[in-house]
Structure formats: structure tokens, C-alpha cells
């Protein structure tokens, strides 16, 4: 079992750089639960706009080549069993599963019937995944690198091997469960504890990744972080994505050391969420811009909100939204002191405030 004790070393001398972004996180946490008064309409709207950019996210990071706007379109007017290509059954999959999560997060558990579960049901349109789906691997799955064929040119990591797969897991939800309840480590250190363990096992055939962020908006909604829905942490990720795998196999390669540590994880995943909460509590300042806006200049500020500056074509082409639309959200926003205009002629660029 993950011992307590091998858990303190894989943490051991935490820097204060992790316990900062911890103690930014809770202030966030408590303005939120304090000041939430964003009407239904507006919280229904936004999680409905998280639900897509989240579906899309996720499964591009593995390699799926749908946009947002296609995502979108697909789940507005998809007939199920009406599939172009896997990354439609993909996206679908995540998308319902997510929905899930965010609307009966509060009578889910995390056991292993619910792990297995969310895997079959996140896999249930994917066509080639018919027979492993929500069942742990059976064989091998190391992580490989392919060439542009697809051809396999090297490992990148091992997994844990298939025969220790169902009593690591066991181990690991046991563990994770237990510190959750007890309350005796700062829940997010657990949850980022399991994710990066999860991945490490790697316990099913395909989806891992996937399941690993269902798996992350379920605990953190848990743990009564209540404004995982209104941000998507997958749009972050898949921003981030180089770091995420870089800071990910520094930690798991100190696993079976005597000198475990999961620093370099901690901290990229406690950036991603302080950056997903910072975005959150902005949320509580904007409730009256929100009502005057239109649908399409809502999404030009919600993009601005996602980049350090942008121009105006550049905003069209990412938001697939006319550019005289995108020009008019933006001298709006600017009239509402929300964005600052950068430059002037062709270099003019814009950022938010």
C-alpha cells in the first residue's frame, strides 16, 4: 500500500513557492463560497461553454484535431451512433461524462466501481475501445513516441506492469480515500498525489489521460472547490501542455527511489489551479458585464481572458467569429474599462485589464 511515510517523501521539504500558491488557492476558495452571487442563467451558460471547451481540450491533448466550433456543433446536433470518425465518439464520450461530473458530483465516491465506470461510460461511442472499455489493461501499455507515420520509435515511460495494475489501484484509492477523510494533508496535495500515481499505473489499455482530469474535477469539486465548472482546467492544460509532460515524468522518475519527489507536478499543478482560480473569482467583478453583452462579444472577453494579448484578426480566427463582430466587442469592452488597447495601426493588440 502507499504508506503514509512514502508519501511524506515524495513531499518532502515542500517549498514555500508550493505552500503560497496552496494558501492563494484557499483565499480564492473562500472569497468564492463568500461572494458567489452570479445569477443561474449566467452560471448555466458558462458551464455549458466549459462543458465544450473542456471536451475539446481534453481529447486534443491526446491527439484528437477537433476545434471548439466543431466540438460545439457536434454536440448540438449529433445523433447518436451518427459518428464521422473516432475523434466524434471521443469528444462525445468526454463531453457527457463530464456533464456528469459537474451535475451530480455531490452523490459520486471515488472506489474503484466508480473509476471503472467513468472509464465504459467516457468510452462508450469509441468503437475501437469495445473491449477493454472500464476494465483495467490486460497487457502492456508503456507510453511511446511515434514518428509522423505512426510508426513507434521509443519508449517514453514505463507503466506499472498488468499483473500489479488491480492491487496498486486498490492501494492507491484505499490511500487516497483514507488521507480525504481524515484531513490530516491538505487535500490538494492528495489529489495531486493520485493523479500523478494514476498516471504512473496507467491502469487502463486507452483513456488515462482522459480519465485522469475527469477524475481530477471530481475530487476537487469534492473537496468543495466549487468553482471547477465555470473554468476550464483542461483548456489550461492543453495550453500548457509541454510543461505538463516534462513536470510529470521528472516526478515519476524519482518513483522507487529513496528520494521520491513529486515537486516538479505539485507545482504545475498548482499553477494550472491557481490560474483556473484566479479566473474563477474574476467571475464575481464581471456578473454586470456578462448581461450586456451578446452571445458572440461574450466570447471575444472570454477568450481575452484565456491570452496575455491578442489582435483583433488573431481573435477572429481562434473564436471563428466575424472580424467586424470581434471589432465591436472589442470597442465595448474597452468603453467598460475591461481591456486596454496596445499599439496602434496594424501592431494594435488588446488585453484584458
Same mark, same amino acid.
Request: glycine share 6%; charged share 30%; no cysteine.
Given at each position: $500500500?502507499?504508506?503514509?511515510?512514502?508519501?511524506?517523501?515524495?513531499?518532502?521539504?515542500?517549498?514555500?513557492?508550493?505552500?503560497?500558491?496552496?494558501?492563494?488557492?484557499?483565499?480564492?476558495?473562500?472569497?468564492? $463560497?463568500?461572494?458567489?452571487?452570479?445569477?443561474?442563467?449566467?452560471?448555466? =451558460? /458558462?458551464?455549458?461553454?466549459?462543458?465544450?471547451?473542456?471536451?475539446?481540450?481534453?481529447?486534443?491533448?491526446?491527439?484528437?484535431?477537433?476545434?471548439?466550433?466543431? *466540438?460545439?456543433? @457536434?454536440?448540438?446536433?449529433?445523433?447518436?451512433?451518427?459518428?464521422?470518425? =473516432?475523434?466524434?465518439?471521443? +469528444?462525445?464520450?468526454?463531453?457527457?461524462?463530464?456533464?456528469?461530473?459537474?451535475?451530480?458530483?455531490?452523490? /459520486?465516491?471515488?472506489?474503484?466501481?466508480?473509476?471503472?465506470?467513468?472509464?465504459?461510460?467516457?468510452?462508450?461511442?469509441?468503437?475501437?475501445?469495445?473491449?477493454?472499455?472500464?476494465?483495467?489493461?490486460?497487457?502492456?501499455?508503456?507510453?511511446?513516441? =511515434?514518428?509522423?507515420?505512426?510508426?513507434?520509435?521509443? *519508449?517514453?515511460?514505463?507503466?506499472?506492469?498488468?499483473?500489479?495494475?488491480? &492491487?496498486?489501484?486498490?492501494?492507491?484509492?484505499?490511500?487516497?480515500?483514507?488521507?480525504?477523510? !481524515?484531513?490530516?494533508?491538505?487535500?490538494? @496535495?492528495?489529489?495531486?498525489?493520485?493523479?500523478? !500515481?494514476?498516471?504512473?499505473?496507467?491502469?487502463?489499455? #486507452?483513456?488515462?489521460?482522459?480519465?485522469?482530469?475527469? @477524475?481530477?474535477?471530481? @475530487?476537487?469539486?469534492?473537496?468543495?472547490?466549487?468553482?471547477?465548472?465555470?473554468?476550464?482546467?483542461?483548456?489550461?492544460?492543453?495550453?500548457?501542455?509541454?510543461?505538463?509532460?516534462?513536470?510529470?515524468?521528472?516526478?515519476?522518475?524519482?518513483?522507487?527511489?529513496?528520494?521520491?519527489?513529486?515537486? #516538479?507536478?505539485?507545482?504545475?499543478?498548482?499553477?494550472?489551479?491557481?490560474?483556473?482560480?484566479? $479566473?474563477? +473569482?474574476?467571475?464575481? #467583478?464581471?456578473?454586470?458585464?456578462?448581461?450586456?453583452?451578446?452571445? &458572440?462579444?461574450?466570447? +471575444?472577453?472570454?477568450?481575452?481572458?484565456?491570452?496575455?494579448?491578442?489582435?483583433?484578426?488573431?481573435?477572429?480566427?481562434?473564436?471563428?467569429?466575424?472580424?467586424?463582430? *470581434?471589432?465591436?466587442?472589442?470597442?465595448?469592452?474597452? &468603453?467598460?474599462?475591461?481591456?486596454?488597447?496596445?499599439?496602434?495601426?496594424?501592431?494594435?493588440?488588446? =488585453?484584458?485589464?
Amino acid at each position: $500500500m502507499l504508506k503514509n511515510n512514502q508519501f511524506e517523501v515524495r513531499l518532502n521539504n515542500l517549498s514555500s513557492e508550493i505552500w503560497s500558491k496552496i494558501s492563494k488557492i484557499d483565499e480564492i476558495k473562500g472569497r468564492w $463560497m463568500g461572494g458567489a452571487s452570479l445569477s443561474p442563467q449566467i452560471l448555466g =451558460r /458558462l458551464k455549458q461553454s466549459v462543458l465544450v471547451t473542456s471536451a475539446g481540450a481534453s481529447t486534443r491533448i491526446e491527439g484528437a484535431k477537433l476545434s471548439d466550433k466543431e *466540438v460545439e456543433k @457536434l454536440i448540438q446536433g449529433i445523433k447518436i451512433g451518427k459518428w464521422k470518425n =473516432r475523434d466524434e465518439q471521443e +469528444v462525445h464520450g468526454y463531453y457527457e461524462l463530464l456533464k456528469n461530473i459537474f451535475d451530480s458530483w455531490d452523490g /459520486l465516491s471515488l472506489n474503484e466501481s466508480t473509476i471503472k465506470h467513468f472509464h465504459n461510460q467516457m468510452l462508450k461511442y469509441s468503437s475501437k475501445d469495445e473491449r477493454h472499455k472500464g476494465e483495467y489493461k490486460k497487457t502492456e501499455n508503456d507510453v511511446v513516441m =511515434r514518428d509522423k507515420k505512426g510508426a513507434e520509435i521509443g *519508449v517514453v515511460f514505463k507503466t506499472m506492469p498488468a499483473y500489479l495494475t488491480p &492491487k496498486k489501484m486498490q492501494e492507491l484509492v484505499d490511500w487516497t480515500k483514507m488521507a480525504l477523510t !481524515e484531513g490530516n494533508i491538505h487535500p490538494l @496535495l492528495v489529489i495531486s498525489n493520485f493523479i500523478v !500515481e494514476f498516471l504512473n499505473i496507467h491502469p487502463f489499455q #486507452d483513456g488515462n489521460g482522459r480519465l485522469s482530469r475527469i @477524475l481530477t474535477n471530481l @475530487l476537487i469539486l469534492k473537496s468543495g472547490y466549487l468553482y471547477m465548472p465555470y473554468i476550464s482546467q483542461e483548456k489550461l492544460i492543453e495550453d500548457n501542455k509541454s510543461d505538463y509532460y516534462i513536470d510529470l515524468r521528472r516526478s515519476q522518475k524519482t518513483f522507487g527511489k529513496k528520494t521520491e519527489n513529486i515537486t #516538479d507536478w505539485l507545482n504545475y499543478f498548482l499553477m494550472i489551479f491557481l490560474k483556473q482560480s484566479e $479566473m474563477a +473569482v474574476e467571475l464575481l #467583478d464581471s456578473e454586470q458585464v456578462e448581461k450586456i453583452l451578446s452571445v &458572440k462579444q461574450l466570447a +471575444v472577453w472570454e477568450y481575452l481572458q484565456l491570452v496575455e494579448e491578442i489582435n483583433p484578426g488573431e481573435i477572429a480566427k481562434k473564436t471563428k467569429i466575424a472580424r467586424p463582430t *470581434v471589432n465591436q466587442a472589442l470597442l465595448r469592452l474597452l &468603453k467598460l474599462n475591461k481591456i486596454e488597447k496596445i499599439g496602434s495601426g496594424r501592431g494594435t493588440r488588446y =488585453r484584458k485589464l
